[in-house]
């Protein structure tokens, strides 16, 4: 048997599938009051043989001839190599434990406050 979290997650994925529009289009299917897409993996195994017959190299081919009298410089590569800035944090073993003790804080606060409890002491706010 299913828990509630798999069987709300399905139960999601099929309304959406029959909700959207774009999922329906996509299925070649314009769906009439009261009818049902019952398979909601319908797109990914769509999405699946699409790609297990996708020729690329084919495909690769055929741009590079159609193009080929519109390109200059064949024996040249360029690349772009755009630098930006990013927020990236590494987590290292202080910023895990902090971030656990913060979480564990809220969800103690949060059980507290439903069960109309008197919170724990603690020096977190210190």
Excluded at 8 to 30: A, E, G, H, P, V
Excluded at 54 to 77: F, G, K, T
Excluded at 105 to 112: A, G, P
């Amino acid at each position: 048997m299913r828990d509630d979290k798999t069987a709300s997650r399905t139960t999601y994925k099929y309304i959406i599938l029959n909700l959207f529009y774009i999922y329906q289009i996509f299925c070649d299917t314009i769906l009439e009051p009261g009818e049902f897409i019952s398979n909601y993996k319908i797109v990914s195994q769509i999405r699946c043989e699409i790609a297990e017959n996708l020729a690329i190299d084919e495909l690769e081919s055929y741009l590079m001839e159609h193009w080929r009298p519109h390109m200059n410089d064949l024996d040249s590569i360029t690349c772009d190599a755009t630098c930006y800035e990013s927020y990236i944090r590494y987590p290292t073993d202080v910023k895990l434990l902090w971030e656990s003790v913060r979480w564990l804080f809220f969800r103690i606060k949060q059980i507290c406050n439903n069960k109309k409890i008197r919170m724990p002491r603690t020096k977190y706010n210190k």
